[in-house]
């Protein structure tokens, strides 16, 4: 097996996503043969290599695996929590394989989210160039208007750089309506910014749709694996152009 960056091992091997990776070899956590490395652009062979994260041998996943599950509120898109709140981990109860979330949901956000220890799939579906939309159901405190709905689809200024035109319908009118909201990037408490933007606060966010993959009838803190047929149009979803992305359903 040829040598691969560090961070693509540790990816590809179930540990982490790519960006979280290379903190870990940074944070001096991974040896390569007995030796710490902290160089992101360091290599090795997981075949011939004997590669550490604290402390722990890793190997390539012998089965690659990929749930969904139901994100409940107050719960936190993490491995570990450091405050003891109850991570997405903890509600994967039976699952043997060592898997990992793809990207996150807010503390109080919930919906779909993706594990999986399949690197390359979690590098590809976080990665912006990809422009996998994904969709959400957002009750707002207050309607926006009609100019306002088109501003929020055509991109708003956030920490000084716009954001990629949005889908955006109202699906329940009322005086807190909810909206459908689609993205094809993934800031940081982004839909709560847009509508902030416009003076309006979110109250409730469910995320419900990533690519062609659907949240369902799954109940809150439940959980399901994906079938072969799910794996396979996400990956085929993660092959189509990003302007095909940037422009369905907009």
Do not use: C
């Not at 996400?234 to 992305?245: C, E, F, G, N, V």
């Amino acid at each position: 097996m040829a040598e691969e960056r560090l961070q693509k091992i540790l990816s590809q091997a179930g540990i982490a996503s790519r960006r979280q990776a290379e903190r870990i070899i940074v944070e001096g956590r991974v040896t390569v043969n007995g030796a710490v490395v902290t160089e992101l652009g360091s290599k090795a062979d997981l075949e011939r290599d004997h590669i550490k994260v604290d402390g722990r041998l890793i190997h390539a996943p012998k089965r690659l695996v990929y749930i969904a599950l139901h994100k409940p509120n107050n719960t936190v898109t993490t491995v570990a929590d450091p405050e003891r709140r109850t991570t997405v981990m903890e509600l994967l109860k039976g699952v043997k394989e060592r898997v990992y979330p793809v990207g996150r949901l807010d503390y109080h956000s919930e919906g779909l989210l993706l594990l999986t220890n399949d690197g390359e799939m979690a590098n590809a579906i976080m990665s912006a160039a990809t422009h996998l939309p994904k969709t959400y159901l957002v009750k707002v405190n207050g309607p926006l208007s009609s100019e306002q709905e088109q501003k929020f689809r055509d991109g708003v200024p956030l920490s000084g750089r716009r954001t990629l035109p949005a889908g955006l319908k109202m699906v329940r009118e009322a005086q807190n309506p909810w909206y459908e909201v689609r993205l094809v990037e993934g800031r940081n408490n982004q839909i709560r910014l847009m509508f902030k933007h416009f003076g309006r606060l979110v109250e409730k966010l469910k995320r419900v749709r990533i690519g062609p993959l659907e949240l369902g009838p799954l109940e809150p803190g439940a959980f399901r694996y994906l079938t072969a047929e799910e794996v396979h149009k996400l990956k085929r979803a993660l092959t189509r152009s990003p302007r095909a992305h940037a422009t369905e359903g907009a």
